[in-house]
C-alpha cells in the first residue's frame, strides 16, 4: 500500500535562511511523488512533481526536491525563505490517485 | 470551466440529516477525486473516478458516504446521517487523466456537523 510520512509537522525558520522538509514514502513500485503548498485560506497549489529521470526536480517559487531511492525519500528544498512563504506543505505519491502526508506547517520568522 | 468549483462553500446541518456536495470539475478532465482533510490533519482519501471505471471507493469511511459522477463530469458526494466527526473540508481535485498530470483542486466544501 501507497503512504506518505512527513516527519515534521511544524517547523519555524527565520527569513533568509534554508529550508529543507522531509517525507518519506512507502509504494510498490517507482512511485510519482508530488509536493503541494496550501496557504492559509488558499486552495492547494502544485509546487512540483517527479516521474523520471533527473532526480533533483525544480518547481515553482524557487522551490525543488531530490528524489532518493536508497532512502525513500522526497525532500523539498530551498536556498533562502521568503515571509510569503509560510504555509501548509503536503507530499504526496501516486500514480493514478495520490495519497497525502499530514503536512507540514512552515512558520517564518522575520 | 476555468477551476475545479466547488458548492456550498460552506454547510452547517444538524447531526442525522443527510448532505450534497458539488463537484463541477475542469472540462476535459477524465479523473475526479474527492478527499476530506479535518481540522490540523492532512488530506484523507475518499473516492477516485476515472472516466467510465467503476470506481475506487476503498477511502469512503462508513457506508453512510456515497458519490457518484455522472456523465463523466459534475460529481455529487453524499454523506448520510451526519454525525459530528464528519465535520471537515472536503476537497474536490479533478486531472486531465490521472495524477501522474497533477490535481487541480477545488476550494472546498466547510462541512459543520452541529
Known amino acids: 500500500a501507497q503512504s506518505v510520512t512527513q516527519p515534521d509537522i511544524h517547523i519555524t525558520v527565520s527569513e533568509g535562511a534554508s529550508l529543507e522538509l522531509r517525507c518519506n514514502y512507502s509504494?510498490?513500485?517507482?512511485?510519482?511523488l508530488f509536493w503541494y503548498v496550501q496557504s492559509p485560506g488558499q486552495g492547494l497549489q502544485l509546487l512540483l512533481k517527479?516521474?523520471?529521470?533527473?532526480?533533483l526536480v525544480q518547481g515553482i517559487k524557487g522551490f525543488e526536491a531530490e528524489f532518493k531511492r536508497s532512502q525513500s525519500s522526497f525532500n523539498l528544498r530551498k536556498p533562502s525563505v521568503h515571509w510569503s512563504d509560510a504555509a501548509e506543505y503536503f507530499c504526496?505519491?501516486?500514480?493514478?490517485?495520490?495519497?497525502f502526508g499530514a503536512g507540514t506547517r512552515l512558520t517564518v520568522k522575520p | 470551466g476555468a477551476g475545479v468549483s466547488q458548492s456550498p462553500s460552506n454547510k452547517v446541518t444538524e447531526k442525522g440529516k443527510d448532505v450534497e456536495l458539488r463537484c463541477d470539475p475542469i472540462?476535459?478532465?477524465?479523473?475526479l477525486y474527492w478527499y476530506r482533510q479535518s481540522l490540523g490533519q492532512g488530506l484523507e482519501f475518499l473516492i477516485y473516478?476515472?472516466?467510465?471505471?467503476?470506481?475506487?471507493k476503498s477511502g469512503l469511511p462508513s457506508d453512510r458516504f456515497s458519490a457518484e459522477r455522472t456523465g463523466g463530469s459534475v460529481s455529487t458526494l453524499t454523506i448520510q446521517r451526519t454525525q459530528q466527526e464528519d465535520s471537515a473540508v472536503y476537497l474536490c481535485?479533478?486531472?486531465?487523466?490521472?495524477?501522474?498530470?497533477?490535481?487541480?483542486f477545488g476550494s472546498g466544501t466547510r462541512l459543520t456537523v452541529v
Open positions: 472540462s476535459g478532465h477524465t479523473a
Open positions: 504526496a505519491v501516486g500514480t493514478n490517485d495520490m495519497r
Open positions: 473516478f476515472q472516466g467510465n471505471s467503476a470506481p475506487d
Open positions: 509504494y510498490g513500485a517507482t512511485p510519482y
Open positions: 481535485a479533478s486531472s486531465l487523466a490521472g495524477a501522474a498530470y497533477g490535481y487541480t
Open positions: 517527479y516521474f523520471s529521470g533527473d532526480t
